[in-house]
């Protein structure tokens, strides 16, 4: 379904209405009007136009896409456009959302299923008494709706830097680790670079000027402070993805210094029988090397010089 439109009424049954070109709904104190619109066919733009009287500035807005988070001020309405973000794609990959704010009622046009919006549809339809909300208290559910989509982001993420962290102190695969890291770091960049915008857009609702809109009805203050919670939430992430970071660092760094250690005490242990083979080994004639049997002498005392060398070692905990 292309346009789907549902008109939620207080005083009566809440429904989906057919839109048809040139057909205005008529809406009262208590009823809100919200058209979805998937996709952004001329056609159907042109129903929904004609349907609630679309000024030609908020179509061309509407018809397009040009990437960024901005706020659209018309005389009777107000545009939003906003990044959102799918829940579970690990491409963080951003969908333009259009938000068209008028009186009575609400306009989304995007140019595939959003699933916060789906979300959002299901958490209202039991609710009776939404045609009570005002246009901007409706759109405040939906932009908390979008935003609880980046805090999901940001909890899959943690939990992925919480499994990282398990590999950088266990796993000796450091192509496995670091293969790891850049996948997330170019996560969080994706998720921010798509979420930072939109305060480009929602920010200004906060400014006096945006009081002489009272006719639309006031925005939920809360909205600006999940987005900065949000934002904050990516940075973290970021942060945390660097201490895993310092965390395999920290653990590669042992691990040379655990691999010096055996070597260097096999230096240790090797070195009194290679001084002592090397005297024995000098050429001058000495009574002591007419006894064959002096051989094992020399033996055991490389093996004691041994023993005693890994006693001490253990004895100061080297070892």
Do not use: C
């Not at 973290?236 to 055996?262: C, H, I, P, W």
Request: no cysteine.
């Amino acid at each position: 379904m292309t346009i789907r439109a549902v008109l939620y009424d207080a005083t009566g049954e809440d429904r989906e209405l057919e839109l048809v070109a040139g057909k205005s709904p008529k809406l009262g104190d208590k009823q809100l009007l919200w058209i979805d619109l998937d996709g952004r066919r001329p056609e159907d733009l042109r129903v929904v136009a004609a349907t609630i009287g679309l000024e030609p500035e908020a179509l061309d807005r509407l018809a397009g896409q040009d990437g960024r988070a901005k706020l659209l001020r018309l005389p009777d309405r107000v545009v939003l456009t906003i990044g959102a973000v799918d829940p579970d794609d690990e491409e963080v990959r951003r969908r333009e959302v259009d938000i068209l704010v008028g009186p009575n009622h609400v306009l989304t046009v995007h140019d595939q299923p959003i699933a916060s919006l789906e979300d959002y549809r299901d958490e209202i339809q039991r609710e009776r008494d939404l045609g009570m909300l005002d246009a901007v208290g409706f759109t405040a559910g939906l932009l908390d709706a979008i935003l609880a989509a980046y805090f999901r982001q940001i909890e899959s993420i943690e939990e992925a830097i919480d499994r990282l962290d398990e590999v950088a102190v266990r796993s000796r695969r450091d192509d496995a680790f670091l293969g790891s890291v850049l996948a997330l770091r170019r996560r969080i960049a994706r998720l921010r670079r798509a979420l930072a915008p939109n305060r480009e857009a929602l920010l200004p609702l906060e400014r006096p000027d945006f009081e002489l809109r009272s006719d639309l009805g006031s925005l939920w203050p809360g909205i600006i402070q999940r987005l900065e919670r949000a934002i904050d939430g990516v940075e973290n992430a970021r942060e945390l993805l660097v201490g895993s970071f310092d965390l395999y660092l920290g653990r590669a760094s042992q691990r040379t210094n655990d691999t010096m250690k055996v070597l260097t005490l096999i230096s240790a242990v090797a070195l009194p029988g290679v001084v002592l083979a090397g005297v024995m080994g000098m050429n001058f004639k000495l009574a002591f090397f007419d006894e064959s049997a002096n051989f094992f002498v020399v033996l055991a005392v490389m093996l004691a010089f041994a023993a005693l060398i890994l006693v001490v070692a253990r004895w100061r905990r080297w070892i």
